[in-house]
């Protein structure tokens, strides 16, 4: 069974920054692909951005820049740092691993960033 416990989210001010984390327990699991994805108010879910474990990374293009992902396979933990963020980053974060041979997704459950004065 396969686990994502998400952190990192909060309230920021415009400018701000913040990082998230997303562990994935499981003993003797790997995965290929790690990343985040996010939900804003009344929008569908978007990639923000992916990394494999070669360390090849995948980013949407109002990220780049802005936002870096990084992953520590050891850990089976991928992170997001979140720099300058904008009001309009105010979404859910959501944690999205797929397993290495199986190709099996698993989402986390989500972390609230706001970004407002």
């Known amino acids: 069974q396969v686990q994502l416990v998400e952190s990192g989210g909060g309230l920021v001010q415009p400018g701000g920054s913040l990082r998230l984390s997303c562990a994935a327990s499981g003993s003797g699991f790997s995965f290929y692909t790690m990343g985040w994805y996010r939900r804003a108010p009344g929008k569908q879910r978007e990639l923000v951005a992916d990394?494999?474990?070669?360390?090849?990374?995948n980013y949407a293009d109002s990220m780049k820049g802005r936002f870096t992902i990084s992953r520590d396979n050891a850990k089976n933990t991928v992170y997001l740092q979140m720099n300058s963020l904008k009001p309009e980053d105010t979404a859910v974060y959501y944690c999205?691993?797929?397993?290495?041979?199986?190709?099996?997704?698993?989402w986390g459950q989500g972390t609230q960033v706001t970004v407002s004065s």
């Open positions: 999205k691993v797929i397993m290495t041979g199986t190709g099996w997704p698993y």
């Open positions: 990394i494999n474990r070669s360390g090849i990374t």
